[in-house]
Structures are given as structure tokens and as C-alpha cells.
């Protein structure tokens, strides 16, 4: 049962891909605002399990709650709907829109959302972001250091309860990867997000103390 107390449980979790073994997690809950790393070997389900948090796929089992909302249990555009409002996304590629400017694709995000514009909040995340002079550049005028800033940016800019990370260290060297992990860090705390990283990056692990294992 879902504890009304905690933004993210799961329970009773399992996903059966044809032909595979199946999947099963372990139950879990997080708090809001508190921040865990999602460990496990590559292939082991850690995307698959974001991706079931996220409410991008649906378990063939379990349950799913944020913020109280049964994710797993709605339609397809409910789904949709709160994973708009209630999460934010840092995928490994981080599917910026080229021909967009930085302001224009966090717009986006909070059009398809159904949120209303908020010009203040765009400005404040770039600020704090140290992107407030590249709003209107396009993405590939960027770093990637400065790309992955964007990402974060508009995983926030929604203003969700919980923000998912999919190794987001991946293609990086050891100091861009310190610097991402501050930024995200940071960011996902200055806005009072609960943060979960899925890594295999030993590089990772000593940043935040909580991890949860995959498989349990």
C-alpha cells in the first residue's frame, strides 16, 4: 500500500519482456526531496525500471505511485498527463530540438505538459543554470557540458516532484561528470525535487549515499 507520506513507492514490481527472464524489483519508497542512485550492471533493468516510474511503459505487474497518483494503473493519456506534471526526465541522449533555441524548447516542455507559460521560471532555471546568456542560441551552438545544463533545465522546468536520470554520466570525462552531478544535484534540490540516477558508474556512487540495487 502506498504510504501517504512518501512521493514515490513501489510495489510488488514486476515486466515481462517476450523472450526474456522476467524482471522483478523490490519494493521501495522515497521521500520528497530525497535524492538515491538505481545500481546495477548494464542489462540489468535499470532503464526499465525508470521507464516503469516514469510511466512510459506499463508493468506487467505492481504498482507504481507518485505523489499518491497510481501511474501504472492509469491510461495511456493519464499517463501522459502526470508524468507532465509530477516528473522530469534527463535522458543519456539528451533529445533536445535543434531548431529550437534553449528558451524555445523549455517552452515546449511546458506546452506539452498543459502547463501555462512561465517566463520567470525559464529565466530563474537559466540563471541558476549559468545558461542566462544563451536563451536564444540553438542547441548545437553548445557545449555539451552546456547542452547537458539545457536537459537538466528542462527536466525542471515543469516544476515536477521527482526527476529521473538515466546515466547521465555515460559520455562524460571524470571532470565534466563531477560538474553534472553538482548541477543535477543542485538543481533537482534548489527546486525541492525527489532525484533518482540510474547508473553503472562507479564514479557516480560516492555523490549521493543512498542506493537501491537492481536486482534487489
Not at 510495489?11 to 542512485?37: C, I, K, N, S, V
Not at 532503464?47 to 497518483?69: D, E, M
Request: with cysteine; aromatic share 2%.
Amino acid at each position: 500500500m502506498a504510504s501517504p507520506t512518501a512521493l514515490l513507492t513501489l510495489e510488488g514490481l514486476h515486466m515481462q519482456y517476450p523472450g526474456r527472464p522476467p524482471l522483478a524489483f523490490a519494493d521501495r519508497q522515497l521521500a520528497a526531496g530525497a535524492q538515491a542512485l538505481l545500481l546495477g550492471p548494464s542489462g540489468s533493468g535499470k532503464s526499465t525500471l525508470l521507464q516503469l516510474i516514469a510511466g512510459l511503459r506499463r508493468p506487467t505487474a505492481g504498482q507504481v505511485h507518485i505523489a499518491g497518483h497510481a501511474i501504472s494503473a492509469a491510461s495511456e493519456a493519464h499517463r501522459d498527463r502526470l508524468r507532465g506534471r509530477f516528473v522530469g526526465l534527463v535522458f543519456q541522449r539528451l533529445h533536445l530540438l535543434p531548431a529550437l533555441t534553449v528558451v524555445d524548447n523549455l517552452r515546449l516542455a511546458r506546452q506539452c505538459a498543459g502547463l501555462p507559460a512561465d517566463e520567470a521560471h525559464i529565466a530563474h532555471l537559466l540563471d541558476a543554470l549559468g545558461l542566462a546568456a544563451h536563451g536564444r542560441h540553438r542547441p548545437q551552438a553548445l557545449s555539451q557540458g552546456q547542452q547537458q545544463r539545457v536537459a537538466i533545465a528542462r527536466a525542471l522546468v515543469n516544476r515536477p516532484a521527482l526527476v529521473l536520470a538515466d546515466e547521465p554520466s555515460a559520455s562524460l570525462d571524470d571532470a565534466a561528470t563531477v560538474q553534472m552531478l553538482d548541477l543535477l544535484c543542485e538543481a533537482a534540490a534548489g527546486e525541492g525535487a525527489g532525484l533518482l540516477i540510474a547508473t553503472h558508474d562507479q564514479r557516480v556512487q560516492a555523490r549521493i549515499p543512498t542506493h537501491w540495487r537492481v536486482p534487489a
